[in-house]
T-cell receptor, first 114, second 110 residues
Framework: KAGVTQTPRYLIKTRGQQVTLSCSPISGHRSVSWYQQTPGQGLQFLFEYFSETQRNKGNFPGRFSGRQFSNSRSEMNVSTLELGDSALYLC?????????????FGPGTRLTVL | DAKTTQPPSMDCAEGRAANLPCNHSTISGNEYVYWYRQIHSQGPQYIIHGLKNNETNEMASLIITEDRKSSTLILPHATLRDTAVYYCIVFSNSGYALNFGKGTSLLVTP
């Protein structure tokens, strides 16, 4: 069974631009979460989606937004990019909500903002 | 939010058991302990998770203390390919990671 896939794997943008990242969960998984990983801050929670609904949101500014489609694929968007947005963006999927269900991470999208 | 504390680095001889400790003294009753490892900034690879009982799978064993304030990941026969950064993470009952610190860099030597 294919794992979590994320596209693109690498992205270079300049300050002020916007970016859209995509995550396809493992087949049959309906819950998707997004995280930002940086060397200084570690991994920080962005959002969690289930059945096209955002269930939880982390402490990020409104420039960070996301959505989930009916096929469980999810996208996140960052507008007005800042240098500090450079990070590895990870998504994780699980069958349904609840931490008792195994959470699998994708390979990540490495975003560099110049 | 629950915080986790792990030693920054550990060494282990190939073929020996690697025991990686994690302190999560502020964990709440319905929060889970997950272990992942990450190699060269790839996505974290799932290893094992548990709530209060000890767990074992084909990769590792997870020992959680009775008071749930700490846990130990055991790789029974470490190989060179187990060299990675290991993260102990507390997940909310809802299913998202509450804390993801700097992990333990495990070096397996021949």
């Amino acid at each position: 069974k294919a794992g979590v896939t994320q596209t693109p794997r690498y992205l270079i943008k300049t300050r002020g631009q916007q970016v859209t990242l995509s995550c396809s969960p493992i087949s049959g998984h309906r819950s998707v979460s997004w995280y930002q990983q940086t060397p200084g801050q570690g991994l920080q929670f962005l959002f969690e989606y289930f059945s096209e609904t955002q269930r939880n949101k982390g402490n990020f500014p409104g420039r960070f937004s996301g959505r989930q489609f009916s096929n469980s694929r999810s996208e996140m968007n960052v507008s007005t990019l800042e240098l500090g947005d450079s990070a590895l963006y990870l998504c994780a999927s699980s069958l349904v909500v609840g931490a008792e269900n195994e959470q699998f991470f994708g390979p990540g999208t490495r975003l560099t903002v110049l | 939010d629950a915080k986790t504390t792990q030693p920054p680095s550990m060494d282990c001889a190939e073929g020996r058991a690697a025991n990686l400790p994690c302190n999560h003294s502020t964990i709440s009753g319905n929060e889970y302990v997950y272990w992942y490892r990450q190699i060269h900034s790839q996505g974290p690879q799932y290893i094992i998770h548990g709530l209060k009982n000890n767990e074992t799978n084909e990769m590792a064993s997870l020992i959680i203390t009775e008071d749930r304030k700490s846990s130990t990941l055991i790789l029974p026969h470490a190989t060179l390919r187990d060299t990675a950064v290991y993260y102990c993470i507390v997940f909310s009952n809802s299913g998202y990671a509450l804390n993801f610190g700097k992990g333990t860099s495990l070096l397996v030597t021949p």
